[in-house]
């Protein structure tokens, strides 16, 4: 009996040991696995979509996508791109369909609650676009107009605190949203400058308000794990390319201010 009791226990002792041995933390896991899983736009010019030279995802958090693997694996080549819209990129995080996601995505309190942040590695403003000859200038006369969001963004809520009785028309996907301001479904679109900015370089006969409702601080988003060691890692890597130039350099190559 003491021999089997005495049995147990070792047994236990090692089973106990042998599994926190194991409990590889986020970035051992990506670098065990040899290839990052990266949630992105491909709509959202010059951020992420899909360029019509290469066929391949490209923009400015591709880019920053790259710099991470290289940093990580590497290798920038090590990723593998999965698309994700702004309603379904905090889930595609939760659930660790992606490892993490780098797609225009501002810090808010309310997705703080159920994710983790980098640093920002960019600030952008929320504005709209409108016709060239119309007649909205401010904000403000956006009251008795439709404007154009895409669900699941900051967007909404940005509008709603200033103009509570806006009339809004969501979208799911920037592709979607663009399409239906460009066949008039809506006298404005909303979003950030930077997406906004993307569609006036293909577009002409439109033109961006003056004013920014917000700031909108973009990080990498990713899961709430309780040792930190991949947010303490893409936070170091975030002040790297802030240091090194390479966010300067990105905000000229994507023609950003
Ligand atoms: N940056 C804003 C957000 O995170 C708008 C852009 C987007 O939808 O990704 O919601």
Same mark, same amino acid.
């Given at each position: 009996m003491k021999k089997f009791i005495s049995l147990i226990i070792i047994s236990l002792i090692l089973l106990?040991?042998?599994?926190k041995k194991e409990e590889k933390n986020a970035v051992e896991k990506i670098k065990e696995k040899d290839v990052i899983v990266v949630g992105i736009k491909n709509d959202t010019k010059p951020f992420g979509f899909i360029s019509k030279t290469t066929g391949k995802p490209a923009g400015f958090d591709?880019?920053?996508? =790259?710099?991470?693997?290289?940093d990580i694996l590497g290798e920038e080549r090590k990723i593998r791109f999965v698309p994700?819209?702004?309603?379904n990129r905090i889930e595609a995080i939760m659930s660790g369909e992606v490892d993490m996601v780098i797609a225009t995505m501002s810090v808010t309190p309310q997705r703080q609650y159920l994710i983790d942040f980098s640093e920002p590695y960019y600030i952008a403003g929320?504005?709209?676009l409108v016709k060239e000859d119309s007649d909205i200038h401010t904000f403000s006369d956006l009251k008795r107009k439709k404007t154009i969001v895409v669900q699941g963004s900051t967007t909404e809520e940005n509008i709603r605190r200033i103009i509570p009785t806006a009339k809004l028309v969501g979208y799911k996907t920037y592709k979607e949203a663009f399409e239906a301001f460009l066949?008039? =479904?809506g006298d404005a679109i909303s979003?950030?400058?930077t997406i906004?900015?993307?569609f006036l370089i293909d577009h002409q006969g439109y033109r961006m308000l003056k004013h920014r409702i917000s700031q909108e601080p973009y990080a990498i988003g990713i899961k709430k794990y309780d040792d930190k060691v991949l947010k303490n890692t893409l936070d170091q890597i975030v002040v790297r390319m802030k240091k090194?130039?390479?966010i300067k350099k990105l905000k000229q190559k994507w023609q950003l201010q």
């Amino acid at each position: 009996m003491k021999k089997f009791i005495s049995l147990i226990i070792i047994s236990l002792i090692l089973l106990t040991g042998c599994g926190k041995k194991e409990e590889k933390n986020a970035v051992e896991k990506i670098k065990e696995k040899d290839v990052i899983v990266v949630g992105i736009k491909n709509d959202t010019k010059p951020f992420g979509f899909i360029s019509k030279t290469t066929g391949k995802p490209a923009g400015f958090d591709v880019d920053v996508a =790259k710099y991470i693997a290289k940093d990580i694996l590497g290798e920038e080549r090590k990723i593998r791109f999965v698309p994700v819209t702004s309603g379904n990129r905090i889930e595609a995080i939760m659930s660790g369909e992606v490892d993490m996601v780098i797609a225009t995505m501002s810090v808010t309190p309310q997705r703080q609650y159920l994710i983790d942040f980098s640093e920002p590695y960019y600030i952008a403003g929320q504005t709209a676009l409108v016709k060239e000859d119309s007649d909205i200038h401010t904000f403000s006369d956006l009251k008795r107009k439709k404007t154009i969001v895409v669900q699941g963004s900051t967007t909404e809520e940005n509008i709603r605190r200033i103009i509570p009785t806006a009339k809004l028309v969501g979208y799911k996907t920037y592709k979607e949203a663009f399409e239906a301001f460009l066949s008039g =479904k809506g006298d404005a679109i909303s979003s950030d400058d930077t997406i906004l900015s993307g569609f006036l370089i293909d577009h002409q006969g439109y033109r961006m308000l003056k004013h920014r409702i917000s700031q909108e601080p973009y990080a990498i988003g990713i899961k709430k794990y309780d040792d930190k060691v991949l947010k303490n890692t893409l936070d170091q890597i975030v002040v790297r390319m802030k240091k090194d130039g390479t966010i300067k350099k990105l905000k000229q190559k994507w023609q950003l201010q």
